[in-house]
DNA sequence: AGTTCGGACCGTT
DNA sequence: AACGGTCCGAACT
């Protein structure tokens, strides 16, 4: 399947965005190869407005607010178990947390937290699709795939608080 | 009340 | 067969 990146500039830097002709497949944090794969093949139409969403949302989410309509996204790489879990993801409101075992009952698999957490850490659109609004049951910070320091600041911005 | 340890659990590679 | 963004109870301090 054909992918075309696009960079998104924040004011917390340059993020890297990946679409498909499904809609978005990965976003990036900063600090990645910048390098845009030249777009030589046209930019299917509707992937233009894809990116202003992206980039509009992105920078809502980056300033603690919600962000109104997001782009379609493009989960067709995860497994069945991982669409599960960022669906699931999807559903906890800025400002709230759950756990990992918290997300594990709600997917009626009461003794998967921790390949909840593999799941998580599996997420290819952090920060929209928020793995970070997931903590330890002991309501600790977990882990985060793009460093524990974005995990932080984004709940931060969200106003929550950490043990 | 806080900390550490050890096993159990589950999806993915 | 091994590895994690885990959990929970038990045994300490």
């Known amino acids: 399947m054909k992918l075309q990146s696009f960079p998104i500039e924040t004011e917390a830097g340059v993020f890297m965005a990946l679409f498909s002709v499904r809609g978005l497949t990965s976003l990036s944090f900063p600090g990645g190869s910048r390098r845009t ?3 030589p093949a046209p930019v299917p139409r509707p992937m233009v407005s894809w990116l202003r ?3 509009r949302a992105l920078k809502c989410a980056l300033a603690g ?3 109104e309509d997001l782009p379609p996204l493009d989960f067709s790489s995860g497994t ?3 669409k599960a879990v960022w669906d699931a993801l999807r559903e ?8 990992y075992a918290e997300i594990a009952r709600r997917l009626k698999r009461p003794r998967a937290a921790r390949a909840v957490g593999g799941a998580c850490g599996a997420n290819p659109i952090p920060v929209l699709v928020p793995c970070h609004r997931v903590l330890a049951a002991n309501r ?3 882990g985060f795939s793009g460093g524990l320091e974005w995990k932080r600041r984004l709940l931060q911005t969200e106003g929550v608080a950490l043990a």
């Open 37 to 39: 794969q030249d777009h």
């Open 53 to 55: 969403q992206t980039e």
């Open 65 to 67: 607010g919600v962000p």
């Open 80 to 82: 069945e178990f991982q």
């Open 92 to 99: 906890i409101p800025a400002g709230e947390t759950r756990s």
């Open 140 to 142: 600790g910070i977990g």
